[in-house]
């Protein structure tokens, strides 16, 4: 770790014990800085018990790639990666039924999986409502129908997971479930989805998503109060990207992000996103609003070529050394992870 302070609770040994930790891992931008694969890896790193997916719902895409296998998800937390990880979406999440038995049949999670009897459902209609008008044509929303689900539940008029016979066998009381896992000492990690700046309360409004996303709000999607958390991971991109409409500081044109090759494609829409570099005053800021204890930096190797697939901190150059000082400089906060590939392993873990 060198010279780097460790914040309270991140896993070491202490007299040969690990401290047991439960952990949110937020993204500090607009979202697509990785914490999918951050969650696959500490899933397995961390040998996390429970693993639950807070945020707003479909409209989320989660890319994995594991033993070069990719998994686009949208419902179903990252952890899945850990064969004994007990997987959970929260009551605070809207979920379109076929999407999520989908791909838990997909991936064969049947006997870890579990979802709240409170969440609300994506019907026909949301989907249908989010495909045009103020929500397609100026918003750019996902047309996932996680929007309009959310003002239905606002409007006290949505269906629930426990109305859905084909969730019956799923449907668990979520909140209870981590709490006693919590409580047990059992390492626990709360996913949270979308960024910081699509917040519904603290992005960019009306260019944003229709729930908050911060770290606050994840735990409240799946029921943990404030006191039981240890670690807020703030995931931020070596680069800035944003899909939809809503002001991008910094913003560079399609052409120029392609040759920068900060030219990505959305997993859910397929839309390519809108790009900008780094952006220190959103980072200081999302620390603030997410109470973040540490730093995951993600696609450093987009940036600096020379350190893809590296998992040691000692194999990077002088200029990505550099770059990390000066956001552990101006953050205030350890960098505890680097992404230096989009493999599950592809990461530098500094706490070790
Ligand atoms: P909605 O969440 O589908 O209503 O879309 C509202 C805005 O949030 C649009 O600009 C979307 O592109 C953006 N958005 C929603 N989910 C995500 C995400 O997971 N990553 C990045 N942008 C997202
Ligand atoms: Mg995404």
Known sequence: ????????????????????????????????????????YLSVADEIAVCARGGVGPNAGHTVVDDGVTFKLRMVPCGFVNHSTRLLIGPGVVVNPEVVIKEVKELGI??????????????????????????????????????????????RVAKMAKEIPELEEFLTDV??????????????????????????YHGTYPFVTSNDVCASAIC?????????????????????????????????????????GWDEYGTVTGRQRRAAPFNF??????????????IALTKLDISYPECKGASDYDALNEEAVSFVEKVEKELGLPVTFIGTGPGVREIIDRRT
């Open 1 to 40: 770790m060198g010279n780097l302070k460790l914040s309270k609770g991140v896993k070491k040994p202490f007299h040969g014990v690990f401290c047991l930790v439960c952990t949110v891992v937020v993204d500090g931008f607009f979202g697509d800085g990785g914490k999918g694969k951050l969650v696959s």
């Open 175 to 200: 909140s209870t479930e981590i709490n006693e896992a919590i409580d047990s000492g059992a390492n626990v990690l709360l996913e949270g989805t979308q960024g910081t700046y699509i917040s519904l």
């Open 281 to 294: 005053e959103l980072a200081r800021r999302a620390v603030m609003l997410n109470g973040a204890t540490q």
């Open 220 to 260: 409240s999607d799946v029921g943990v109060g404030p006191t039981k958390i240890d670690e807020v991971i703030l995931v931020l991109k070596a680069y800035v990207t944003r899909v939809g409409a809503g002001f991008l500081a910094g913003e560079i044109s399609f052409e120029e992000a392609r040759n920068r």
């Open 110 to 155: 049947e006997d870890r999986f579990g979802i709240d009897p409170q969440c609300a459902i994506i019907e026909a209609k949301h989907i249908e409502a989010d495909g045009k008008g103020h929500l397609k044509e100026i918003i750019g929303t996902t047309g996932t129908g996680t929007g309009p689900c959310n003002a239905d539940r606002a409007l």
